[in-house]
């Protein structure tokens, strides 16, 4: 059994010493541990401080790609490295390394293939009053999205089996962490959290430039990502609820001209035509959008099977750097020789 903990990095220098030293080196029921660092373009001496800590892999972006992009690539370097389970933490030593136990037990157990770490959010004392509501908010939405519980949608402390690292997909060039829970419920993931600890603040976020633009960028994500799979029921509900409120001024108009109370108002018979087309339209496109979704899901499954081929391929101690490079620079899947590097 082999776990690697992957931490995406941008200009952590300063706080890598902390992280990488709180990360365990044995786990029961473990056999490898490694450490992976993905640089997301970083300018200071990230990658050299990683190394000289002892660091297993280092996968590495030209310039920096984002958050969402810097996991992905993490996953699909870890999975052809050979990894049963992975972990992600973030590298400003947000989380607690020996929660890491904890949060791999589920997968271990062979209860979960996707655990998300639950922080004690009220309890934190770094995080204003505005910021543990805003979190709670966000995590129903997301709760109702995907029809799961998860209690901390935004955490990014999560530990993954293997076949869910060869299933999970990000479309968005923000965050990994509210698209993948939709994707996981909507795909009846075996997904579950657990309570976990968190340290005291050392940098602030870099995900929130404003807790207002963070709530904007998050509510596309989420919207996006429900409508990519649910479209029926997105599409589906606002053309029923739109048709039905043409029938009822349909019927309200009939009334009046049948009751002889006043004749037909040309205004409101238009906008209830309007109406009726476009709640027929709207349904209509829900039941395109389904259509596409089905031929989603199974370029999906063939993406899975096309990756636990390719994943499988070579034996684990025969995957070095050199070959992970070039398994890079030939496949689409990792970013490719003009975005990526090995250190």
């Not at 044995?26 to 990683?50: F, P, Q």
């Not at 996953?75 to 973030?90: F, K, R, S």
């Not at 402390?157 to 060869?166: H, I, M, Q, T, V």
Request: charged share 25%; net charge negative.
């Amino acid at each position: 059994m082999k776990l690697i903990i992957q931490i995406p990095c941008y200009n952590e220098e300063a706080t890598l010493d902390v992280t990488i030293r709180d990360l365990p080196r044995h786990i029961d029921g473990v056999d490898e541990i490694e450490y992976l660092i993905i640089n997301d373009g970083s300018k200071d001496g990230t990658v050299a401080r990683a190394r000289e800590l002892g660091v297993d892999h280092v996968v590495s972006f030209k310039q920096n790609k984002g958050l969402a992009q810097g996991f992905m690539a993490g996953l699909d370097a870890c999975l052809h490295l050979g990894a049963d389970i992975i972990v992600n933490t973030d590298a400003d030593n947000q989380y607690c390394g020996e929660d890491i136990e904890k949060l791999i037990r589920p997968i271990l157990e062979g209860k979960a293939d996707m655990v998300i770490g639950e922080r004690p959010i009220d309890e934190t004392e770094h995080f204003s009053k505005k910021k543990k509501m805003f979190q709670h908010l966000g995590s129903w939405v997301v709760r109702k999205a995907s029809g799961t519980d998860i209690p901390d949608a935004p955490s990014g402390f999560r530990a993954y089996s293997r076949d869910a690292a060869l299933r999970i997909n990000v479309t968005n060039d923000y965050t990994y962490t509210l698209e993948t829970i939709i994707q996981a419920g909507r795909s009846k993931m075996a997904l579950t959290s657990v309570p976990i600890r968190t340290n005291p603040e050392l940098r602030k976020s870099r995900l929130f430039k404003s807790m207002w633009s963070y709530m904007k960028r998050s509510a596309s994500v989420i919207s996006r990502s429900y409508v990519m799979y649910s479209p029926l029921k997105f599409f589906g509900s606002i053309g029923v609820v739109v048709f039905a409120i043409g029938v009822i001024m349909g019927i309200v108009q009939l009334y009046y001209v049948f009751s002889g109370e006043g004749g037909m108002h040309i205004q409101s018979l238009i906008l209830t035509t309007v109406l009726l087309l476009l709640g027929a339209q709207t349904f209509f496109m829900g039941l395109q959008a389904d259509m596409i979704s089905k031929n989603r899901k199974i370029l999906e499954d063939i993406q899975y099977r096309l990756r636990r081929a390719t994943s499988d391929e070579r034996p684990d101690d025969l995957l070095t750097e050199e070959q992970l490079q070039a398994y890079c620079e030939a496949h689409p899947a990792m970013p490719r020789e003009d975005d990526m590097a090995k250190v």
